[in-house]
């Protein structure tokens, strides 16, 4: 079987080499967008806009963007999208929805239904297949490509609601993988479709020594937890002991960075770290580059990009949009600041804000990273405290305390008349000095955040830290029905989920 690795590994490189014919990102853009009001213009929704006069016009891009309102998902789902769960054909996209991927709402919704088309499912094997293209860029062993890939998702059994079946979007596409990769997809079927999470965690422990992994899969804190329990449960001191052709990890959905140094000692040598920008609603992009901290978007694959500046024009105090914002293409906008992603899809999302929030790392190469959502940030007094300076002030309390912290949240409070920040820290280093993760998370703040930096000085008063074991952050996510590998703990606990969160704290207290 070498020889299939050496094949695979010698055809990416040799590819590589090859100069093609590339349209600008403006040209693939326009080109996505076309087709999608083409295709989808004698549905409900685009005969409602007018699709075919947009399509008409010289300046259709001026028109679509005047023509159709922004959307979140409640708005989707009130007026469109809740007539496709009840079996209605052709309301916002050609055909009659199969499957909906489920989603954990952290911000609009407790629950989520995301139309999954079968143009979306073709996309999202497209920007796979990209993928792997772009794997000639980094250092992987060619013996890697034919061993295992253990992809750590949602359960892939789908749940039959009449007319069309639900479950987590890693279960959808399980459902829809080609036959050829199922002898590399671990871990395997029959593991995967178990509903319980835990059951499947200690499934995979178990079979561990059985599979030859070459390629791991998966949101960092909970792949963080199943390499842990693997090493623990067969007595070896990392996981290349078990899988010594390790050699790439793919991740997604949360920044990597807090996980970096914790990670690393799971492992005996070192792999490739792969980023990936993937959500219920498709598949956006990946880490082209090694040693780029940027995510480069796919352009033409069924999927139109917009950003709209994250600010006070464009959005209210609770992070909602105002009317009429104004959007930009990826060709239009400039590097470090912050967007709104808005995407319209070929599954029947128009103008549709996602509600995560990028900048741009590179322009040129339209490369972004993730630097929070538009539901979670901090901003009482003015301090505008994004996600991404919140992991810049945990990497730099685990670097310069030595501890290990897998998970986070901050909540906002008055206070004496004034404002308050409160951290809940998920550690289990015994000992933990509260004051001194406290100092350090103001200072980094301070540092990286002028408008923080100010606030300290004036309505931000003061800043309180609590130590908590990392088995709380579980628990809470077990009481509430979101454990698992595609559920991720908020970073910010507002309104009622704050108070439901301080009430789970004391029944913690009380139980203890």
């Known amino acids: 079987m070498a020889i299939i690795g050496n094949l695979i590994s010698r055809s990416l490189r040799i590819r590589k080499k090859f100069t093609f014919k590339l349209g600008t990102p403006r040209q693939y853009q326009l080109q996505v967008l076309h087709r999608l009001l083409e295709k989808a213009k004698e549905t409900e929704f685009g005969r409602h806009y007018q699709f075919q006069d947009i399509l008409d016009s010289p300046n259709f891009i001026g028109q679509y963007r005047e023509k159709i309102p922004v959307h979140n998902y409640s708005k989707m789902h009130k007026e469109w999208w809740y007539r496709c769960l009840e079996g209605e054909a052709n309301v916002s996209w050609p055909e009659k929805i199969k499957y909906f991927a489920l989603s954990s709402g952290t911000s609009e919704s407790a629950s989520k239904h995301i139309p999954v088309t079968k ?9 796979g297949v990209k993928q792997l293209y772009s794997m000639a860029n980094f250092n992987i062993p060619p013996r890697s490509f034919e061993k295992g890939i253990l992809m750590l998702g949602g359960t892939t059994s789908l749940f039959e609601k ?12 399980a459902k829809n993988i080609p036959k050829w990769f199922r002898r590399f997809y671990k871990p395997g079927g029959k593991i995967s479709r178990k509903p319980n999470w835990e059951q499947r965690i200690k499934l995979i422990v178990r079979k561990a020594r059985e599979w030859d992994v070459g390629t791991v899969c998966g949101v960092p804190a909970w792949v963080q937890i199943v390499l842990e329990e693997i090493i623990k449960y067969h007595g070896v001191k990392n996981i290349h002991e078990i899988w010594p052709n390790l050699a790439v990890y793919i991740h997604g959905g949360v920044s990597f960075e807090p996980y970096r140094d914790s990670f690393q000692k799971l492992l005996g040598k070192p792999i490739a770290f792969i980023e990936t920008y993937m959500a219920s609603e498709g598949s956006f992009g990946f880490q082209a580059r090694p040693g780029t901290r940027g995510i480069k978007l796919v352009l033409n694959a069924g999927i139109f990009f917009e950003f709209i500046p994250f600010n006070e024009e464009n959005f209210d105090g609770e992070g909602e949009v105002k009317p009429n914002p104004k959007s930009y293409m990826v060709n239009e906008v400039v590097e470090d600041v912050e967007y709104a992603v808005m995407l319209s899809t070929c599954a029947g999302a128009w103008r549709y804000l996602i509600g995560d929030v990028v900048k741009f790392t590179s322009v040129k190469e339209h490369e972004i990273v993730i630097v929070g959502r538009t539901k979670q940030f901090l901003s009482l007094c003015g301090e505008h405290m994004s996600i991404d300076n919140m992991n810049k002030a945990i990497d730099n309390v685990q670097k310069k305390m030595g501890i290990n912290i897998r998970e986070f949240t901050v909540a906002g409070f008055p206070y004496e008349n004034l404002f308050a920040h409160r951290w809940y820290i998920g550690t ?58 595609m559920n991720k703990f908020p970073r910010v606990m507002k309104g009622e989920k704050l108070k439901d969160w301080e009430n789970f704290l004391v029944g913690k207290t009380v139980k203890n």
């Open 428 to 485: 289990d280093t015994p000992g933990v000095d509260a004051e001194k993760v406290r100092e350090i998370i103001d200072q980094t703040l301070s540092e990286v955040n002028d408008d923080y930096a100010v606030e300290r000085s004036a309505a931000l008063k003061e800043v309180f830290v609590e130590i908590l074991p990392n088995d709380v952050f579980i628990d809470y996510l077990r009481c509430k029905g979101k454990e698992g590998a």
């Open 162 to 173: 009449g007319d069309y079946y639900e479950g987590d979007m890693s279960g959808i596409q």
């Open 119 to 127: 143009a979306m499912l073709k996309t999202v094997k497209k920007v």
